[in-house]
């Protein structure tokens, strides 16, 4: 059976994670280890990391990630921004080691207008600074929407993995940024096309997770603006095809949908994709 799971709340404590995992009928999940737009990060409690652990194994979820506070821009040429960025990114791998996380995926941030060329040494030099302070968890950068300034195109994330050279970077694909950035996800064709691209920039080999959202956005609007699967532009019949791609099967696949009434992932959108997957 393959992962499919979400983004779930862990409010009221870690263990949480499990009952609204299991509530949404995920195996899978993805967490935020604090709260994503304050700094403030703390180690996980031992005694909530060993109830997590053991409800993971019960119900055999598979992996786990944690998705990184948005307040990170690892391009910022504000030094106590950037610092910031770093340590956040810091606590949340190694609390990702602490619950043998598949990973923080990271949206990388934005070079605010001075283009990738300028910012690309500095984020080679503070990608390798945060995986050389840590250990026994990945750094996952995501793809972007294409929006003005943000850094994530796929040549820009073959650069940054190519130049780190380090087997804990790895890379997690967004289907609605996807889409925003271009990629027609309802034709077979570009998604063809698209694998290709991976394979071509060595970007397959390090894929580690799939975000399945539909889009609200049309196609190559440089909009990061998630839908419900099969409510948004790209339409259930385009995620079927692109998830069940032979290069992809093996990869997890969270939800970041908005869900009813902006609750997140829920059952109906989890239902929906294990109907659609091969």
């Known amino acids: 059976m393959r992962y499919i799971g979400g983004h779930v709340s862990i409010s009221g404590g870690l263990p949480h994670a499990i009952e609204n ?98 910012v690309k040494d500095q984020l080679v030099a503070v990608i390798q600074r945060i995986l050389g302070e840590t250990q026994n968890c990945d750094l996952i950068l995501e793809n972007a929407a294409g929006q003005n300034g943000k850094i994530g195109s796929l040549s820009e994330l073959a650069y940054l993995l190519k130049k780190v050279n380090d087997p804990r970077l790895k890379v997690c694909l967004d289907t609605a940024h996807l889409f925003a950035a271009g990629v027609d996800l309802r034709s077979l064709s570009a998604i063809k096309e698209l694998t290709l691209e991976l394979r071509d920039l060595n970007l397959l080999d390090r894929l580690v997770c799939l975000h399945l959202n539909d889009c609200a956005s049309d196609l190559d609007s440089h909009r990061d603006l998630h839908a419900n699967i099969g409510e948004g532009k790209i339409g259930l019949e385009g995620l079927r095809l692109f998830i069940n791609q032979k290069e992809l099967l093996h990869l997890p696949l969270i939800l970041e949908v908005p869900g009813d009434n902006k609750q997140g992932p829920n059952l109906k959108n989890i239902s929906l994709v294990r109907g659609t997957t091969s």
């Not at 737009?37 to 992996?63: A, C, H, I, Y």
């Not at 690892?74 to 043998?100: T, W």
């Open 21 to 118: 995992t299991i509530k949404i009928g995920g195996n899978c999940l993805q967490i935020f280890a604090g709260s994503p737009r304050l700094w403030f990060r703390k180690p996980f409690p031992d005694s909530e990391v060993k109830t997590l652990l053991s409800g993971m194994k019960q119900n055999n979820f598979g992996p786990v990630f944690i998705h990184a506070l948005y307040l990170v821009n690892l391009a910022s040429q504000n030094i106590e921004l950037l610092e910031k960025s770093i340590a956040s990114l810091v606590i949340d791998i190694e609390n990702g080691a602490r619950i043998f996380s598949a990973g923080v995926i990271v949206h990388i941030g934005s070079h605010m207008g001075a283009g990738f060329d300028s």
